[in-house]
């Protein structure tokens, strides 16, 4: 539940052009394993197609965009720009109105530092302190100083790259208590993400890991 009362799924399905994008996947994920959150960017170029995948996985009629969340993807600007913090403040801005218009259903930032969160806050013109930060989360990158700052100002944190690019499934004590809880390291890495109250959003392009990658329970003890 973040601050506003949006109740936001607490484990979707990331997508990016890098390694291909899969509309089966998508697909198989909101028809087959009950996905309602799908991550994605402008720059990957592949929203038209994730909508297209989305009303063919639920037989339905949606509009566009999808009525969930936008987030400012990155603290850096372009090399042109000569007043960086002036050029964020008035992309936040943008976000503020579209969610003021209602057009979103939360707003929030990704890859943002507690430094870049601060001088966010701090901007006197701030309507709407952001409901979500994105990071790179798994136990091999577990930010813990952000994750505070963010706890600390309500802010819900969401991890991507849970399974760390793929670079950490052969990890030893991994692969050891995949075998001990009879799982995938695809699922402890997932279920660790839950149980540490992070919204997890892992990626595949073969619908049968995303149904894998499904089954790990819901439930935060």
């Known amino acids: 539940m973040l601050k506003n009362n949006v109740k936001m799924p607490i484990l979707g399905l990331g997508t990016s052009h890098y390694g291909g994008f899969s509309g089966a996947a998508v697909q198989h994920a909101v028809r087959s394993c009950g996905c309602r959150h799908i991550d994605t960017a402008k720059r990957y170029g592949v929203e038209a197609a994730i909508a297209d995948a989305v009303q063919a996985g639920t037989h339905l009629q949606i509009k566009w965009v999808l009525d969930y969340m936008y987030l400012l993807h990155w603290p ?13 403040s008035e992309t936040w801005r943008t976000l503020e109105l579209l969610y003021d218009e209602e057009r979103v259903r ?20 701030l309507s709407t302190t952001p409901h979500i930060n994105q990071c790179e989360f798994h136990p091999f990158h577990n930010p813990i100083r952000i994750r505070d700052f963010c706890s600390q100002h309500h802010i819900q944190f969401e991890g991507y790259c849970p399974l760390g690019k793929g670079k950490i499934l052969d990890d ?15 699922q402890i890495l997932i279920r660790w993400n839950i149980q540490q109250r992070v919204v997890c959003i892992p990626k595949s392009t073969k619908p ?10 819901m439930k935060v003890v």
Do not use: H
């Not at 850096?76 to 964020?88: A, F, G, M, Y």
């Open 172 to 186: 030893p004590v991994l692969v050891e208590m995949a075998k001990v809880y009879r799982k995938s390291v695809s």
């Open 106 to 125: 939360c707003i929030g930032v990704s890859n943002f530092d507690e430094s870049d969160l601060l001088e966010l806050l701090s901007d006197p013109e």
């Open 76 to 88: 850096l600007v372009p090399s042109w720009c000569t007043d960086s913090k002036q050029l964020l």
């Open 208 to 217: 049968e890991r995303v149904e894998i990658n499904s089954q790990v329970g």
